[in-house]
């Protein structure tokens, strides 16, 4: 359990920190916010929070104090220039950059706070702002596991998923951008999908309601990432017996698919690609002797 007298700050009120800071308010160690609106400020210190006049002022009395500011530069701002956190933050302080930075910015910073007894953690985070409001956001921590357990119950007040990324400080960021990955690339997939049902003559809206209803039930694509490896499946392992069926039906489906938009005139270069590349995705490429 942590101290009582454990006491938050939290830096940058935008669409994604507001909702993260105006759940932290509610910690009974209290909360700190900077921000440079002072109408961001004002609706997390309904909530709770006290206003910090400088980065400084916050970072003087804080604990653990979180990061969600817009990219890189201004992470090394608010972390390391002048009149930065770490010009007034005590030995024993936790920084966690909930902000989308290159990995390498996240070491970089974390050996500077390191010099000075500050350990930084990044800690980006999945969920948007409707999980941001709803205490709902995936927060994925890559630094000492030590930290990691110390941000555990404050955090737990804005986010029912914290994931220990691994040891390194990096490795959280690692792991949002693969998240990140899958998510945008699914877009443009979804795309490609509406446009063939759109030339086919179906509803958009209507199909986009069943692939909701359906992804609830299944998983959609994060149902198949329960392996701890993308290596090839041995054929004694479950594993087998579960994605041979679906790299059967995926490249039938897929097949029937690419067929449709030929018939209807529509380019479909991602269903392409996932038709050459899914068994061997899936780890259970073709055996002899069976139809491709």
């Known amino acids: ?18 909702p993260m800071a105006g759940s932290l308010a509610t910690w009974h160690g209290g909360l700190s916010v900077f921000d440079l609106s002072d109408d961001a400020i004002a609706k997390v210190v309904e909530k709770g929070a006290t206003r910090a006049g400088s980065l400084a002022e916050l ?34 302080t936790i920084i966690t950059v909930h902000s989308t930075i290159s990995p390498e910015t996240a070491v970089e910073l974390a050996e500077t706070c390191a010099a000075q007894g500050v350990t930084l953690l990044d800690a980006p985070i999945s969920g948007g702002a409707g999980g941001a409001a709803e205490g709902r956001l995936a927060v994925m921590v890559g630094g000492p596991r030590e930290a990691y357990e110390r941000i555990k119950e404050p955090f ?14 990096g490795a959280g960021t690692r792991m949002k951008l693969a998240r990140n990955l899958l998510h945008f690339v699914s877009f443009t997939a979804t795309a490609e999908a509406a446009r063939l049902a759109e030339a086919a003559g179906i509803d958009i809206t ?15 694509a994060g149902s198949i990432m329960l392996r701890d490896t993308t290596a090839p499946i041995a054929e004694d392992d479950f594993w087998y017996g579960i994605f ?5 039906l995926g490249e039938k489906d897929l097949t029937l698919a690419l067929e449709l938009g030929a018939h ?5 270069p991602l269903a392409e690609l996932a038709r050459r590349d899914l068994a061997a995705a899936l780890g259970v ?4 002797g069976e139809d491709q």
Do not use: F, W
Request: net charge negative.
């Open 156 to 169: 737990a007040l804005t986010s029912d998923m914290l994931v220990h990324a691994g040891d390194e400080v």
């Open 244 to 248: 041979t069926p679906v790299r059967t």
């Open 285 to 288: 490429p073709h055996t002899e």
């Open 206 to 220: 209507k199909l986009g309601k069943v692939v909701r209803h359906t992804d609830a039930i299944t998983g959609g």
């Open 264 to 268: 209807l005139g529509v380019d479909l």
């Open 59 to 92: 970072a003087a009395s804080a604990d653990i104090i979180g990061i969600c500011v817009l990219n890189d530069e201004q992470v090394r701002t608010v972390v390391a220039g002048d009149g930065g956190l770490l010009s007034a933050a005590r030995e024993g």
């Open 1 to 18: 359990m942590s101290a009582p007298t454990l006491r938050l700050g939290y830096v940058g009120l935008g669409n994604i920190g507001g």
